[in-house]
């Protein structure tokens, strides 16, 4: 059973931080690409950032790049989303998910949700004063 499941989200005041965790089950995400996406109400789905599998290349959205950092940690099967100086336009439900199909391990990742096979169920992260 493959399944990603996304937590760490919540309410938090304007220039707050989160860490969102995609914690990985059912396979070993050591070999693939893994993306963050969020989608606000009445918006579509949007790529937030994305890590290669090796771990070395990342790319992120014009909207997040130097406040938002993507890591990964294998040994725990986990990827990580740290959100910093958060802004109401960041209020969304934020998706991970895994390029199970298509990734090369030294390959860049990309953003397209089109790329990505398997997603988590979603985290809530509101950002309000």
């Known amino acids: 059973q493959l399944q990603l499941v996304e937590s760490g989200g919540g309410l938090v005041q304007p220039g707050g931080s989160l860490r969102l965790s995609c914690a990985a089950s059912?396979?070993?995400?050591?070999?693939?690409?893994i993306g963050w996406f969020r989608q606000a109400p009445g918006k579509e789905r949007e790529g937030v950032s994305c890590i290669s599998a090796s771990g070395v290349i990342t790319d992120y959205a014009d909207s997040v790049k130097g406040r938002f950092t993507i890591s990964r940690n294998n040994a725990k099967n986990t990827v990580y989303l740290q959100m910093n100086s958060l802004k109401p336009e960041d209020t969304a439900v934020y998706y991970c998910?895994?390029?199970?199909?298509?990734?090369?391990?030294?390959?860049?990742?990309?953003?397209?949700?089109?790329?990505?096979?398997?997603w988590g169920q979603g985290t809530q992260v509101t950002v309000s004063s």
């Open positions: 059912g396979f070993t995400l050591d070999s693939y690409a």
């Open positions: 998910a895994v390029d199970y199909s298509g990734s090369y391990y030294y390959a860049p990742c990309v953003r397209h949700r089109g790329e990505y096979d398997y």
